[in-house]
DNA sequence: TTGAAAGCGCTAACAC
DNA sequence: GTGTTAGCGCTTTCAA
């Protein structure tokens, strides 16, 4: 195979121009104080040649590796992939932050990491210490876990925690969780619904509540009742399932659900076909994350939709100016949307009422 | 920010272990030619300083940049993820490709290339420049592009070519399209069907060609004949609409009916609804991909599954072992396999008949 | 505004 | 078996 070499090489740029180093260098950085026609010139060089920099000899010399990393849960991640359910989180990311990486000349990598491991630290660690990325995403569960954000805040890493409203070292990142859920329920309030009942996911996911939170506000709003109304499930179905025949259990049981995930909704769904209840007629439904597959369940789910691209996208560009600029102190929020289809309608006229 | 160093370098463990660089080194690299005492006394150093060499000073020293480089259709690809379709190919690719990198120390990046460009070469060359990658994974239709190949086989770069079994540089890989193609056949065979129609992709992709000729096998063994059955779409729902009006509106219609991608599959369905057919009461029907949307249809599709992670995994292991054992110099073929769901059935029994 | 020198962390080549 | 030297391609000093 024999050792491969750099083709071309910056010297061979300014051999070509007839330069020193540092003046390709300068224009390749594009640094300040270089005339414009010496510019001209190297440019013409480089293009001519072909040249581009070896990001490992700019990473060698001290300067940026151009890498972002995106860091995702290992097994989280693993088993979405093995189920091929359609789940397209790491997909949507890929969308908004590759594009926005190459719009700057970064690229991103994706990383896997084990949260519920003693070595996070070790793990992350080898994978910081092997590509010196200039930035890393951390996604939950990762976003808060201290033992992740006080390693890259130690190592000096501009970092963006989604998921997390947290002050402290790094840039907060949420998909407006509180106003996502004010919208799905300000929706089905305007479908006439009184008793909505919120399924959601687990206390160790900040956005759990956030959620609550956005029902409550709308549902407060509306002077409406939520006592209950509220059930936790771990965004399984299986605990969807538990949840809503507990929701649906009840003397006055709500005449809609909103549920903090898919696989949760589908479970709210099965429970209703159970008990004969028709969606949307006798039941509203509403569902969290708004992946693939909830196009085509029957029917097919009113959703909302989480701007995973979109935060990655913003996240990369944060991270890039954060070298130059340095991070925002606020939590920086990207609004996801309602996505209506065919899972939510008017409320139903009870009998007897 | 200031200028981001390693924290611990091989100095530091030469230091702590009290040899030198080289001996330092050797045990990371596995070097032969290490007293075992030396070996472990080097090895704690690195354990107590939780030491990680950086992949850019291994490569500017002409050493590897333990980078592979899957590279996928930019345009094709972002059209995924953005109709968020549930296709997961890419997924898939990662699964296969990043676990098996994973595990011999190496990383992989996804970079999208444009292939219907004048400038694939300008721009696979600049990612080459940049990144180094040690390897490369082509899929179609880069695969079989000879300005990609003939630019990775200039640079000495080993790539494998997933759906290609030309022969020439790199290293040739199916998805076992044939026999896919075959099995799916013969189980329609099995049912007792004997018009099998089937709705080939377009001509630029080679593998389309395989899949034809697996239908054929198993049809002329069968001693059945094939003339007027074979129609060509370009694997896009429209295609396969035309495709399979085409086909069904023949005086002796096919009893089953493969189509090579699940929007044709998809198109089958909807024809066939059109039409009263029964699926698979009066129709049956195979996809070829079984993305995850296809359990999601009324009813869910048998389809053949495409092991692209297997794939994936196969490439990343071939090409980390092409440097120093070279590369096979024949095709390599992973199988893929048929699940057997909800859209096929025996042959109906023909009124009048 | 430009250039020269030094060094980043590591490995190949060679010496011992 | 182990150490020494040189150099990868680039950017950061610093000098002109």
Redesign the interface.
Known sequence: ????????TIKHVAADAGVSLQTVSRVINKEPNVRPAMKERVQASIDKL????????Q??S??R??LILAINDRDLT?A???A???R?W???M??GG??TC?KHGY?M????VDTHNDHVE?EL??AI????PDGVILTPPHSENPLITGLLAD???PFARIGSTHSGPGIAMTMGDTYNSRIATEHLLDLGHCRIGFIAGPKEFSLSDWRIAGWKEAMFAAKLDTDGLCERGDFGFDSGLVAARKLLDQPSPPTAIIASSDQMTFAVLQVARERGLKVPEDLSVISFDN???VR??EPPLTAVDQPI?ATASRAVELLIA??DEGIPDEPVRVRGELVVRGSTGPVPVRDGD
């Open positions: 195979m024999g050792r491969r070499r750099q083709s071309v072909g040249y581009v920099p070896s990001i490992a000899a990473r060698m001290g300067s590796s151009y693993i979405d992939w093995r091929r359910e359609g397209d790491v997909d949507q890929l969308l590759m594009l190459a690229r990598l994706i990383e896997l070790r660690g080898a210490a092997a590509l010196q190592r000096g890493i992946s693939p597959i085509f369940t691209a954060a070298r």
